[in-house]
């Protein structure tokens, strides 16, 4: 069993950046993780995701903004965000899952990621104008 568990989130001003973190306890190597966000009476969205071998994909709207990243050492996921904006707030959320193109489509496709297998509760980031 894969537990998620998220840190990092906090409020900023516009243009300000956030680095988010999330450790993996359990059977992680073979798992493709990707991070996720849901704003207040939103879908949620996905954001970006890396597979095993550290390939990324991003969403339109953070591409050049974020970067998502991972230490397979200690197995923690980031997610670094600059040139923050209002409407990046949301909570944001760890995901992972064995199959990689589950994770890749709903980021590059808009997929639906329901069946996506392991989730961390979230943490909260809010941007400010």
């Known amino acids: 069993q894969v537990q998620l568990a998220e840190s990092g989130g906090d409020s900023v001003q516009a243009g300000g950046t956030l680095r988010l973190s999330c450790v993996a306890l359990?059977?992680?190597?073979?798992?493709?993780m990707g991070w996720f966000r849901q704003a207040a009476g939103k879908e949620r969205e996905a954001v970006a995701a890396?597979?095993?071998?550290?390939?990324?994909i991003y969403t339109k709207s953070v591409k050049g903004r974020f970067t998502i990243s991972k230490d397979n050492l200690k197995n923690i996921l980031y997610l670094q965000m600059n040139n923050l904006r209002p409407e990046d707030t949301a909570m944001y959320y760890c995901?992972?899952?064995?199959?990689?193109?589950?994770?890749?489509?709903?980021?590059?496709?808009?997929?639906?990621?329901?069946?996506?297998?392991?989730w961390g509760k979230g943490t909260l980031v809010t941007v400010s104008s």
């Open positions: 890396i597979d095993r071998e550290g390939h990324t």
């Open positions: 359990g059977a992680t190597y073979s798992n493709s």
């Open positions: 995901a992972g899952d064995p199959t990689p193109e589950r994770l890749f489509l709903a980021v590059g496709a808009g997929a639906n990621s329901d069946g996506i297998s392991y």
